[in-house]
């Protein structure tokens, strides 16, 4: 059984680079998503995605932010022009829709540490 | 924006207490969910409780919702110390696309 991976684990840049984290859900899910967390603060949603659909998207996703669902499998969330403020850990979750459960399967998360 | 605030922030018990835990939220929910995060760590889905449901039961958890009210509580019996974890409640306010919002959390310290 595996779940939801995410890579890498961990990644450090400077100021200005841009870095690209992927996340692999759980094989037969459709629904995908992003979220963003800093430190001391609960996960704030960024995108989400229903097969290879980009449905929606929160307001903190600026222009330097894109990700990508190509074939409805696999998952890329980039950052251009990185900044110190886009410090945090991204996490990717998966679910199947089912009319009675919205359960949402988390990765372990991708830690950025913009220099 | 978060949707919900837990409390207390932080919580320290001794093992075989029981630790509870609450959540108030803003707007109207499809329905609320509770998450536990290790340090460092993803979140783990611990219980799912709808809008039209009261209490819900899993193991050594107990979850309330008050929709009247807002509010949502979490009960650990007999803890232990590997429930040492923040916990964190998550609404989803859009049925149609399930997005969690998620609150502060709350940290708790099973000490042994």
């Known amino acids: 059984d595996t779940g939801v991976s995410q890579d890498p684990r961990h990644k450090i840049t400077k100021r200005g680079q841009n870095v690209t984290f992927r996340c692999d859900p759980i094989?037969?899910?459709?629904?995908l998503y992003w979220y963003r967390q800093t430190l001391g603060q609960g996960p704030e949603f960024l995108t989400y995605f229903q097969n290879e659909a980009q449905l929606e998207k929160s307001r903190l996703l600026s222009d330097r932010f894109s990700a990508e669902r190509p074939k409805g499998s696999f998952s890329t969330l980039e950052i251009q022009r990185t900044e110190q403020g886009d410090s945090a850990m991204y996490l990717c979750a998966s679910s199947q829709r089912d009319s009675r459960t919205d359960t949402q399967y988390f990765g372990p998360g991708t830690r950025l540490t913009v220099l | 924006s978060q949707q919900g605030e837990e409390d207390p922030q932080a919580l320290s018990i001794q093992e075989g207490e029981n630790a509870t835990m609450n959540c108030s939220y803003k707007?109207?929910?499809?329905?609320l969910q509770w998450y536990r995060q290790n340090s460092g760590r993803g979140l783990v889905h611990l219980i799912l409780i709808r809008s039209n449901e009261r209490e819900k039961h899993s193991g050594r958890l107990r979850v309330t919702l008050d929709t009247s009210k807002k509010s949502s509580s979490l009960l650990i019996t007999a803890s232990r110390a590997a429930d040492t974890a923040s916990y964190f409640c998550?609404?989803?306010?859009?049925?149609?696309?399930?997005?969690?919002?998620f609150g502060k959390g709350t940290m708790l310290l099973v000490s042994p």
């Open positions: 094989s037969e899910h459709n629904r």
């Open positions: 707007t109207s929910i499809n329905n």
């Open positions: 998550a609404t989803v306010v859009n049925s149609g696309y399930s997005t969690l919002t």
